[in-house]
């Protein structure tokens, strides 16, 4: 059997990435880190277009934040004409802890479904404060944007009572963001 690489192993994006990923590591000068980010969006960009998987995901831009948007609507909609959404964000609005580890656990999901499931090969371009991944902070944004509007619209929440309204919106959340995670990254743009 031949090493990595070698004539026996059809090297792919992926293996391009993590050559460029390696180089980033070794490159000081911020001139030179701008230039490999920009090979890095390059090579995004030349990757086979018909493919729906196996294909580098890097950076997170307006059309990722669309996809993202669309699939939170998607799986958003079942949500908002389900009355037990409106029973289980009362439930929550009583139950503060319980509230923040739905909202922890829908943080772990998402984060799960980009970085860990390995549906695609999803790389980290840039942080928010050094610390966020773009692509998390867009996803559950979006999501939570899309639950708010779409439950206010509607008429699911009132936000007569703000806490009420806002656990209401934290439980549509769950599955919003996780439609929201899998519409930006299925696509494979």
Do not use: C
């Not at 880190?33 to 960009?45: H, I, N």
């Not at 059309?63 to 964000?89: K, Q, R, Y």
């Not at 998402?110 to 928010?128: F, K, M, P, S, T």
């Not at 559950?140 to 708010?148: D, K, Q, R």
Request: glycine share 10%.
């Amino acid at each position: 059997m031949s090493a990595p690489g070698g004539p026996d192993e059809r090297r792919d994006f992926s293996d391009l990435f993590d050559e460029l990923e390696d180089l980033d590591d070794h490159v000081a000068d911020e001139e030179a880190r701008e230039q490999l980010r920009e090979v890095k969006e390059l090579a995004t960009d030349i990757q086979d277009e018909n493919a729906t998987f196996g294909r580098v995901i890097y950076g997170f831009d307006v059309h990722d934040l669309a996809e993202a948007t669309l699939g939170a609507l998607l799986f958003g909609i079942p949500m908002a004409v389900e009355g037990g959404t409106n029973e289980a964000g009362s439930f929550l609005a009583t139950h503060p802890l319980l509230l923040a580890a739905s909202f922890a656990a829908t943080v772990a999901i998402v984060y799960g479904v980009l970085y860990v499931a390995e549906i695609q090969d999803v790389r980290v371009a840039n942080r928010i404060l050094g610390l966020v991944p773009r692509r998390l902070a867009g996803v559950l944004g979006a999501s939570a944007v899309t639950a708010t509007l779409l439950f206010t619209g509607w008429g699911r929440v009132t936000w007569t009572d703000p806490w009420v309204a806002a656990s209401t919106v934290a439980v549509a959340l769950v599955p919003m963001a996780i439609g929201g995670a899998l519409g930006d990254i299925l696509p494979g743009s």
